[in-house]
């Protein structure tokens, strides 16, 4: 079974983060497609969200159905979010802000 209240606080902390990255790139970015990306996370976020809010109203059945559907589809955009993560991460980041070894331009 599907903690509804742990999949909402991750669907909101994904919210978040793609939020708070969308506003760096839109800042450091000037390409459409990149914009238009954001966009697509952003709607496909807002949707999930919806849903999630939705399947509350379902009778018991259809609610954990849902709920498995949308903890499905939640993973999905996360793995495809972080992929683009960290694909523009690699695009943007310069050589000398990497320590050897470390995985993000973060370190």
């Known amino acids: 079974m599907i903690d509804r209240d742990a999949l909402s606080q ?3 902390a ?8 969308s506003r760096a790139w839109r800042a450091d970015s000037e390409f459409a497609d990149v914009h238009d990306k954001i966009d697509w996370f952003v ?3 807002r949707r999930l969200r919806a849903r999630l809010n939705a399947a509350n109203d379902a009778e018991d059945a259809k609610r954990e159905q849902a709920k ?6 939640h993973g999905a955009l996360y793995e495809e979010f972080v992929k683009f993560e960290q694909e523009l991460d690699a695009k943007t980041a310069h050589p000398h802000d990497r320590v050897a070894g470390a995985r993000s331009g973060l370190v």
């Open 10 to 12: 991750d669907v909101d």
């Open 43 to 45: 709607e496909r976020q």
């Open 68 to 73: 498995n559907d949308l903890a499905r589809e």
């Open 14 to 21: 994904l919210a978040t983060r793609i939020d708070a990255r």
